[in-house]
């Protein structure tokens, strides 16, 4: 497995880093896993460029903002796509993806549903409801991509990144 010097920061746990962490594996690079606690975070967001997780220290400088770091690695590990057309379909699907927890997952539904800190809302079902049909088309969209191609892959001949990012 090839080393490089990539330090990847991030919480004790999938979410924004998880991404990243299979696109090391996937690419067959090395690289350091640093985890913090969620109860650490404040005592070193200071450092970090917009005091939030995940950061990725590089041999270039240090990049900060989930989806901008997965673009950086998947690029560098040729998994992003081999040409404009491929690298474009590969943005359209992390931008789909987050959109949906932006609008669904974090502000609607883990604050209630994960973690708790706030009551389960009087219209929930309709809540999850929405979601669903939201994933749904953004799934079945993502496997038509392949399908119009008529190929097993999204992009190329072989898995890419874009899968991580369900995850
Ligand atoms: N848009 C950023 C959001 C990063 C983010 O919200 N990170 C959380 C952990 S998942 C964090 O650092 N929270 C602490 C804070 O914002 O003070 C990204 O995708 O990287």
Redesign the pocket.
Known sequence: MAASQDKLL??N?K???EAIRMLYALGGEKYEDKRVD?QD??QI?GD?P?????TLETKHGVL??????ARYVAKKLGLAGKELWEEALHDVVIEAV?ACIDAYAVPNIYAWKVFKFIPTPENSEQILEDAKNKWIKVLNYIESIAEKRGKKYIIGDSVCGIPFHLF
């Open positions: 991030y919480l746990a979410a924004r880093g969620f975070l404040p967001k970090l917009l005091g939030q997780v995940p900060t903002q989930s989806n901008s770091i987050q």
